[in-house]
C-alpha cells in the first residue's frame, strides 16, 4: 500500500496562501503519478492537482488554475501544492493518492482511487 504524510493545512483568511506537503512513505513517489484531492463536508472527492513522475507533466482544475502550483521535490520524496488567492469554497480536506498507471488527467478525473486508498489527510480552512 502506497503511503503518504499529508501536512501544511490551516485557518487562513480569503486571500491568503498556504504550502501543503505530501510525504511519500516506504515508496519513491517520483514513479508515480501523484494527485491532491480535496473534500469538502458533504461532498465527494474532487482532484484538484496532479503531477506525473518525472515532474513534466501537472493538471489543474478549473477552479484553482493560475492560483495553485503543483511541483515535487524528488530528494525529499515529497509533492508540494503551493495555494494562492485562496476562496472560501477551497475549504475542505486535502488528500494525497498516486497511481502507476494513469496520466495527470486520468488520475485527477477520478472520484473513487483505481488504486489505494484515501489517506488522512490535512484540513484547510479558509475563511473570515
Known amino acids: 500500500q502506497l503511503l503518504f504524510v499529508e501536512s501544511g493545512g490551516d485557518l487562513v483568511q480569503p486571500g491568503g496562501s498556504l504550502r501543503l506537503s505530501c510525504v511519500a512513505s516506504g515508496f519513491t513517489s517520483s514513479y508515480y503519478t501523484v494527485g491532491w484531492f480535496r473534500q469538502a463536508p458533504g461532498k465527494e472527492h474532487e482532484g484538484v492537482s496532479c503531477?506525473?513522475?518525472?515532474?513534466?507533466?501537472?493538471y489543474y482544475a478549473d477552479s484553482v488554475k493560475d492560483r495553485f502550483t503543483v511541483f515535487r521535490d524528488v530528494a525529499t520524496n515529497t509533492v508540494y501544492l503551493q495555494m494562492n488567492n485562496l476562496k472560501p469554497e477551497d475549504t475542505g480536506v486535502y488528500s494525497c493518492?498516486?497511481?502507476?498507471?494513469?496520466?495527470?488527467?486520468?488520475?485527477?478525473?477520478?472520484?473513487?482511487?483505481?488504486?489505494?486508498?484515501w489517506g488522512q489527510g490535512t484540513q484547510v480552512t479558509v475563511s473570515s
Open positions: 493518492a498516486a497511481d502507476a498507471i494513469l496520466d495527470v488527467r486520468a488520475m485527477c478525473g477520478q472520484k473513487t482511487l483505481r488504486f489505494g486508498s
Open positions: 503531477i506525473d513522475g518525472s515532474g513534466g507533466s501537472t
